[in-house]
């Protein structure tokens, strides 16, 4: 839901800008990266930060279990199966470059006549600017359309180095904190690769534990299916 909103955002603010400015597409371009990266970065640092904060005062509870980084490395060395989970998220994530000549082609196609024909054609009703915008809103919606459609967003498993259980809540890898009850979407066991894999939002956590029915029972103490 929430790559819609932003694609629709995005769609309609690029739209905009170039409706009042259509010379200056290259800065605006440039702009509109600079911003979006701008942003991600911005809300990083505050998920950092609040995670950071968690993490503190969930410690300040009583020790349920704490799993080293040691211990975690040497159970990734005995799971197989985990070199072919990456081959198949590298092959996964290559797929949206054959969605590229698609671009170009309506790019090239598009962009110097559909604008202009909006133009030509409802200028004379809603005037020059709004004609304008709605050529290049209706151009970026297809974009965006095409991008949702083909691009699936491949999530690989966060490998926690390290965790530390409290009653209060999770520690992983020292600095994101998860206060308890944490309401997961997904939850599963695999005794046989020794991990506990849980969907938090947008991300997956694997948990490594040598005796995985303790660290399942403790981790249902807290998870929230």
Known sequence: MRRVVISILSALAFAAVLAFFPDQYFTAVLLYFL??????????????????????????????LEIDEKEVNKLLEKDKELINEYKKFARASFMP???????????TI?????????????????????????GYAAMFMLFAAISLATFKPQVMP?????????????????????????????????????????????????VYYKDIKEL??????LLKP
């Open 158 to 206: 966060r490998i926690v180095r390290s965790l530390r259980v409290y009653e209060a809540g999770l520690v992983i890898d020292r600095s994101l904190g998860l206060k308890s009850p944490i309401e997961v979407s997904e939850y599963k066991v695999d005794e046989e690769r020794k991990f506990v894999e849980f969907r938090l939002n947008n991300q997956i956590f694997r």
């Open 97 to 107: 470059l054959l969605t590229l000549p698609i671009y170009l082609l309506l790019f």
């Open 35 to 64: 911003l979006f990266f701008g942003i991600s970065i911005f809300l990083s640092l505050r998920t950092y930060r609040q995670g950071a904060a968690s993490a503190r005062e969930i410690a300040k509870g009583k020790p349920l």
């Open 110 to 134: 598009l962009f110097p006549t559909l604008p202009h024909l909006a133009e030509s054609v409802l200028g004379p009703y809603i005037g020059a600017y709004l004609a304008r915008f709605l």
């Open 216 to 221: 399942d029972a403790v981790l249902s103490r």
